[in-house]
T-cell receptor
Framework: GIQVEQSPPDLILQEGANSTLRCNFS?????LQWFHQNPWGQLINLFY???GTKQNGRLSATTVATERYSLLYISSSQTTDSGVYFC????????????FGKGTRLSVIA | DSGVTQTPKHLITATGQRVTLRCSPR?????VYWYQQSLDQGLQFLIQ???????AKGNILERFSAQQFPDLHSELNLSSLELGDSALYFC????????????FGEGSRLTVL
């Protein structure tokens, strides 16, 4: 099945810093989503982005489908950005639901 | 608020017992998905239903079963529980039969003692 690799696995930032999280995937995809899991365990949709670029406030994402990667940018980070960021994809070549990467654990310190 | 409702939010039970987790999808969504998140396995897909029919199956144990009812809500039944079944169980819904954008509920945290 499709493989999803996220990097870095862990990231510690000072409040106000910027960061880039990466998601590599091994096959063409129909769907790519970025999620934020907050410290209470809730999975929050950030972006539905199988291709192209989107922005939502301090967050933006870019997916380059032909090169099989996606990037999540967090600017001017805040302590509330802490948590785990997951990339999830589904493969165009099979009837597979979303497959999740292992996530990037982000800690933003004041 | 994603619009997906899961109950109960927390559940503590003993080994060997059986529990039922319930999920109401977003209004208008026909697909329901169940995922399990444990510390060592990450987020694992269990099963998908579309408009009452099983659509896709993942790493779901034989002790687990699910169904989707005519009103589109879904239940995940976990039986003969083991310590290793302790996890966060998520339900998600989408409008599409073939994945599309998924919206997740807040999860049901199961602890098996």
């Amino acid at each position: 099945g499709i493989q999803v690799e996220q990097s870095p696995p862990d990231l510690i930032l000072q409040e106000g810093a910027n960061s880039t999280l990466r998601c590599n995937f091994s096959d063409s995809v129909n769907n790519l989503q970025w999620f934020h899991q907050n410290p209470w365990g809730q999975l929050i949709n950030l972006f539905y982005i199988p291709s192209g670029t989107k922005q939502n406030g301090r967050l933006s994402a870019t997916t380059v489908a032909t090169e099989r990667y996606s990037l999540l940018y967090i600017s001017s980070s805040q302590t509330t950005d802490s948590g785990v960021y997951f990339c999830a994809v589904d493969s165009r070549s099979g009837n597979t639901p979303l497959v999740f990467g292992k996530g990037t654990r982000l800690s933003v310190i004041a | 608020d994603s619009g997906v409702t899961q109950t109960p939010k927390h559940l503590i039970t003993a080994t060997g017992q059986r529990v039922t987790l319930r999920c109401s999808p977003r209004s208008g969504d026909l697909s329901v998905y169940w995922y399990q998140q444990s510390l060592d396995q990450g987020l694992q897909f269990l099963i998908q239903y579309y408009n009452g029919e099983e659509r896709a199956k993942g790493n779901i144990l034989e002790r687990f079963s699910a169904q989707q009812f005519p009103d589109l809500h879904s239940e995940l039944n976990l039986s003969s529980l083991e310590l290793g079944d302790s996890a966060l169980y998520f339900c998600a819904s989408s409008a599409s039969r073939n994945t599309g954008e998924l919206f997740f509920g807040e999860g049901s945290r199961l602890t098996v003692l």
